[in-house]
């Protein structure tokens, strides 16, 4: 084959080369896809000969992914002799013959190609410098070569070449260092740098092939030396056995003993005695000694039967919940049934019950109760924030430092296989680049599998069957659905007044007494004085800030008494709780006398329990504009563009004193710091659209919920109970709610009923009949009269 002339001032194919970089004046060989293989055959079938410029793909970029940007821009001209099909593409055959550069890459069905032009050399070398240059390269590749057996075939060709280039592009190919650093020499065009730069690149490899030499050599000197010990060990041991001297208790702790008298399954057993036999082989200097003493002390410590099955007493469990909890009666009534099917199937408790619910109303204290009453074991762990997968299923033993997962760690701590396991906020788990937490519980909480649970640590099944977990949250949000369809959902809503009260004189205030170093002799709190703080100082769907304020007077009398201020007992009424809780702290929302127009009361529902929000709305003269400020979500500004539309629908004819055309209205919802979202805003903002175009007044006692559609129909929405509840602490008097959410009304308490006005309502005209005490006009008729019929049906 004659060889050609490269053109370099036409496009010519760009091969990329995978860690690898060709050098000038050297023969190569490597594979490309189907495409470039393609295209380089054909070409050198028509004209006989081609030519391709190998340029060197960054580190780090995978075939697939590959673009322009991935290639350095420096390369090699290749004139490619051979083309010959391979495995998932094809082998190219060429010789390097220059250095150039690539001017513009472009690309096109995945064939890259690229104007070239040469880079030639810089020649500041004279004859002498390259000989001297020659034989230092020569003199470092003999060095690193006497480190390996049979290196005399490498070397020999070395021997017969002439020139240092001839030499770098055969040898570096082999150097262990990286891309980047080969890429380097090919782009320097100095020769006296390039040449000074490879012989660093050699000095270096030399160096770091010493050093792990002289550290191989001192690790096996170190390691015959532990199996000498271990040996001598070993035969120390049969002379101990000969002589009757051994103690038979394997030397490590009695280990072999322990294992032999413990209830582990036998296939644990066998796991436990394969490590126990590394350890006694290796003996305790061994590297790994430490580690497998920690394993075989969790196998011996974990719990692997039940020693005793206590029965389930329904009524002891039905007496110790009433006696610990107040209120939440469905709850309560929902534990007892799940224990009494425990007690049907033998203790096998199936599914695993969720606690879900505002912070502060008894979630975690309820599992506490549930032990209680079944006289088992009490193991809690926080979930809050753990974002590695290593946390639930353990780290593998191949690490330093690794320890069981939580799981296994409780079970440990429970010294017993049925405890009840409470998984606090199982809510708040986190995801990152260590893996996902919530997918490792799918294991431990599914019925159907934790029967096998494998910790990665523990390295053999373990049953979990027989542990009643309870899982605890704020909010079903942020739980994975598959997760959260492995669990039982009990939703815990917030509490009365009366409940409040009942739960103060009842828990707080006895065990805030007994955190303060106080009795009933010491310090009393009226009954009004309680009340008032419920009202006064806390507005919250559970008790921790009741109990917050509670401790806050204990400290404040406390001192007191210590002072000798005070005389005993020191009753806390009503009139001295400014002076001992400070300004209330409640903002009375409705302790309005009247609302103007364009002002109503909504329901809304939280993470946190139930509120109340204000929806404010005015106008100005304008275009028609409408502006919503208070940081709303799309949901709700979507209620509002619908609440528009159905109030301008409802007046097509012109509201009177009111200019739709010519005025701008604008939509607050007060608490702008608040993201607000969701779609239970709708008949509120409706309702305050329409009393500001009527200029009517909505009463401030009187709140709603519910979600509109354009046609006027009301929807239902959730969390009515949490919203009835909010309104009841709030003082609200009457509540207009969607018909469909009249049965939600069931759970909500006799005493909050009693105190409410409920108004169920179907349609946006039974919204301001009930809040304005005004019909509308009806929605405007749709045209019809004929419709288009298109000229070729004619």
């Not at 690898?20 to 000969?49: I, Q």
């Not at 050599?217 to 170190?222: H, L, M, R």
Request: charged fraction near 25%; include cysteine; aromatic fraction near 6%.
């Amino acid at each position: 084959m004659q060889s050609s002339q490269p053109d370099v001032s036409r496009e010519t194919t760009v091969i990329p080369l995978f860690e690898a970089v060709v050098y000038p004046k050297s023969r190569t060989k490597f594979k490309v896809d189907t495409t470039v293989g393609k295209v380089l055959l054909a070409a050198l079938n028509s004209a006989g000969s081609t030519h391709a410029v190998g340029l060197a793909v960054r580190g780090g970029a995978e075939p697939a992914e590959i673009s322009a940007d991935a290639l350095y821009r420096t390369g090699s001209l290749i004139e490619v002799s051979h083309v010959q099909p391979a495995d998932d593409g094809y082998l190219v055959f060429g010789e390097a013959v220059a250095r150039v550069k690539a001017v513009g890459i472009t690309e096109a069905d995945g064939l890259f190609s690229a104007v070239c032009e040469p880079v030639p050399d810089i020649l500041d070398l004279d004859e002498e410098d390259r000989t001297e240059f020659l034989a230092e390269i020569r003199a470092v590749i003999r060095e690193i070569s006497d480190h390996f057996q049979g290196s005399e075939q490498f070397t020999r060709p070395i021997e017969k070449m002439d020139s240092v280039d001839q030499i770098m592009a055969f040898v570096t190919p082999f150097l262990p260092v990286d891309l980047a650093e080969k890429q380097e020499l090919l782009e320097t065009v100095s020769v006296r740098r390039r040449y000074a730069g490879f012989l660093d690149l050699l000095t270096k490899v030399k160096e770091g092939i010493e050093v792990r030499i002289e550290v191989a050599k001192k690790t096996s000197e170190k390691v015959g030396k532990a199996n000498r010990e271990a040996m001598l060990r070993e035969q120390l041991k049969v002379i101990q056995e000969e002589l009757n001297q051994s103690d038979g208790s394997s030397g490590e702790g009695g280990y072999r003993e322990r294992i032999e008298r413990s209830t582990m399954p036998e296939e644990v057993r066998k796991k436990a005695l394969s490590e126990l036999k590394k350890l006694e082989t290796g003996g305790s200097q061994h590297h790994e000694s430490q580690g497998i003493r920690n394993y075989l002390d969790l196998l011996l410590d974990l719990p692997w039967t039940i020693e005793e099955r206590k029965s389930i007493d329904i009524n002891e469990a039905r007496r110790v919940l009433e006696s610990n909890h107040n209120g939440l009666d469905k709850v309560k009534e929902r534990i007892v049934q799940h224990l009494a099917v425990m007690k049907l199937k033998e203790e096998k408790q199936g599914s695993i019950l969720l606690f879900a619910g505002p912070p502060g109303t008894g979630k975690t204290s309820l599992g506490k109760s549930i032990a209680d009453a079944l006289g088992r074991k009490y193991v809690r762990i926080s979930l809050g924030g753990i974002k590695d997968e290593a946390e639930i299923r353990g780290h593998r033993r191949t690490y330093v430092g690794s320890l069981p997962g939580r799981i296994i760690q409780g079970m440990k701590k429970a010294g017993t296989k049925n405890p009840v396991f409470i998984l606090d906020e199982i809510d708040k788990l986190a995801v990152s680049y260590s893996g996902d937490p919530a997918s490792a519980l799918l294991e431990v909480l599914d019925p159907e599998q934790n029967s096998t649970f494998s910790d990665h640590y523990l390295e053999v099944p373990y049953d979990l069957s027989d542990v009643l977990f309870i899982a605890t949250a704020n909010t079903l949000a942020t739980i994975p659905a598959p997760l959260l369809d492995r669990m039982e959902l009990i939703e815990i809503s917030g509490y009365t007044k009366n409940e409040k009260f009942a739960i103060a004189k009842d828990h707080l205030v006895p065990n805030t007494l007994a955190e303060h170093g106080l009795d009933a002799d010491k310090l009393r709190f009226e009954d009004e004085a309680l009340t008032a703080i419920i009202d006064r100082y806390t507005r919250e769907a559970g008790v921790r800030a009741l109990k917050k304020q509670l401790a806050r007077a204990a400290r404040f009398v406390s001192e007191k008494i210590v002072s000798g201020t005070a005389d005993l007992p020191f009753v806390v009424t009503a009139d001295m709780l400014p002076e001992i809780l400070g300004r209330e702290t409640v903002r009375q929302d409705v302790a309005r006398k009247e609302n103007p127009p364009g002002v109503v009361t909504g329901l809304a529902w939280t993470p946190v329990g139930g509120d109340i929000l204000f929806i404010e709305g005015t106008f100005m003269p304008g275009k028609g504009k409408l502006t919503l400020t208070g940081q709303l979500g799309d949901v709700m500004k979507e209620s509002a563009l619908i609440s528009l539309s159905l109030i301008r629908s409802r007046f097509a004819g012109g509201a009177p004193g009111f200019d739709f055309f010519g005025s701008d209205i604008h939509i607050h919802v007060p608490a702008g710091a608040t993201p607000k979202d969701g779609p239970s805003a709708g008949v509120t903002l409706f309702t305050a659209l329409a009393s500001l175009v009527m200029g009517r007044a909505v009463d401030p006692t009187t709140a709603m919920t519910g979600e509109v559609t354009l046609s006027g129909a009301v929807l239902p929405v959730g969390g009515i109970k949490e919203k009835v509840l909010a309104a009841h602490r709030a003082g609200i008097r009457k509540i207009i709610l969607p018909r469909e959410n009249e049965r939600d009304l069931a759970d909500v308490p006799a005493d909050v009923k009693h105190d409410l006005v409920f108004v169920p309502v179907e349609t946006v005209e039974d919204v301001l009949r009930e809040a304005l005490a005004v019909d509308l006009p009806g929605p405007v008729v749709p045209y019809a009269g004929p419709r288009f019929v298109p000229a070729h049906n004619l």
